[in-house]
C-alpha cells in the first residue's frame, strides 16, 4: 500500500530453492485515478447555485485542454482551453460557462435560451493519450 500519491522505490528479493538470493528495484509513480465528468445540466439564474457549468476530474492535463459548446444549429456559444482541476464542476471559475453567447454576459440578461446545448472536448491526461469527448448539456433558465 502507499499512502500518498508520489514517487516509490519498490525493492524485489527473490530466493531459490538452493539459497540463492537477488535484488533488484524500481521506482514506481503513484498518480491520482483518471476521471471526467461534465454535468448533464445548469441554471444560470444569478442565484449562486449551477450558475456556471465546466468539466471536472482527475489527470487532465490543464496544458492541452479545449471544450467548445454548440447550440442546436451548430453556432459555437462557447469556447476555452483553460482547466481548473481544483474547482467544483460548478464553480464560475475562468474557463466555466455562464450560459452567454460566448460569455458576453454585461449588464442584463444575456443569457441563452432553455435547451440542449451540444459540448465536445479533447485533452491529453497526464500520460499523453488523447480523449475526444462529447454530449450534451440543458441549460435550465
Known amino acids: ?14 530466493e531459490s530453492e538452493n539459497d540463492c538470493t537477488d535484488t533488484t528495484s524500481r521506482i514506481i509513480t503513484v498518480r491520482n485515478e483518471f476521471a471526467f465528468y461534465m454535468p448533464t445540466s445548469f441554471t444560470p439564474n444569478g442565484d449562486g447555485v449551477n450558475d456556471c457549468v465546466r468539466p471536472c476530474g482527475n489527470g487532465i492535463d490543464k496544458n492541452s485542454f479545449l471544450l467548445s459548446v454548440y447550440d442546436r444549429w451548430g453556432n459555437l456559444v462557447f469556447e476555452t482551453d483553460k482547466f481548473d482541476s481544483g474547482a467544483s464542476c460548478d464553480a464560475c471559475t475562468d474557463g466555466a460557462w455562464d450560459g452567454t453567447d460566448m460569455g458576453s454576459r454585461i449588464k442584463g440578461d444575456n443569457i441563452l435560451p432553455n435547451g440542449l446545448y451540444n459540448w465536445f472536448c479533447e485533452f491529453k491526461d497526464w500520460n499523453g493519450t488523447i480523449f475526444k469527448e ?5 441549460l435550465i433558465r
Not at 500500500?1 to 527473490?14: F, H, M, Q, R, S
Not at 462529447?134 to 440543458?138: L, V
Open 134 to 138: 462529447q454530449g450534451t448539456i440543458t
Open 1 to 14: 500500500n502507499y499512502p500518498t500519491i508520489g514517487d516509490y522505490e519498490v525493492l524485489l528479493i527473490a
